[in-house]
């Protein structure tokens, strides 16, 4: 969580994209397999999350349930689809949806219901994991003037 948590920080320090961090690790040998940063401001891609970034640079490395997700924010209801798809054993997350959407994202219905299907195939979620310095990122990310972006209330 603390690298999720730092490529994050420092993505927001480089003005270079969202400040939302992501980091894939095996769960058989617990090392990292790929870390993500988001892109969607720099790139105008809106897929490029930094858990659909994690995702993608994971490759064939990610094998299907042998993976656990740290993302310094609960991920969207689009990065959990991935999640569900990946076959994720965990997904351990730092800041929630609340604090995101108090900064104006809007991370889109369904999660809960998603989230319930993924636990009944066993996946475990863990919310709030150094929660402070995640919303700390937040913070920062809004007071440097960092463009909202994705769907408008």
């Not at 891609?45 to 930094?50: S, Y």
């Not at 730092?94 to 998603?114: S, Y």
């Amino acid at each position: 969580m603390k690298l999720a948590l730092a490529i994050a920080r420092e993505n927001v320090a480089r003005r270079e994209g969202g400040p939302f961090g992501a980091v894939l690790r095996s769960d058989v040998d617990r090392t990292i397999i790929s870390v993500g940063v988001n892109l969607v401001p720099v790139t105008g891609i809106a897929a490029l999350h930094g858990e659909m970034v994690a995702y993608l640079m994971a490759g064939k490395a990610l094998a299907p349930n042998a993976a656990t997700l740290f993302t310094s924010s609960e991920p969207c209801i689009m990065c959990l689809g991935a999640s569900h798809w990946a076959g994720v054993t965990r997904i351990v997350s730092g800041a929630l949806r609340e604090d995101a959407e108090a900064i104006g994202f809007i991370e889109g219905e369904g999660c809960e219901a998603l989230e319930a299907q993924m636990k009944g195939r066993g996946v475990t979620f863990e919310s709030g994991l150094l929660r402070a310095e995640a919303v700390e990122v937040f913070r920062l990310y809004a007071e440097g003037g960092g463009p909202i972006y994705g769907p408008k209330r």
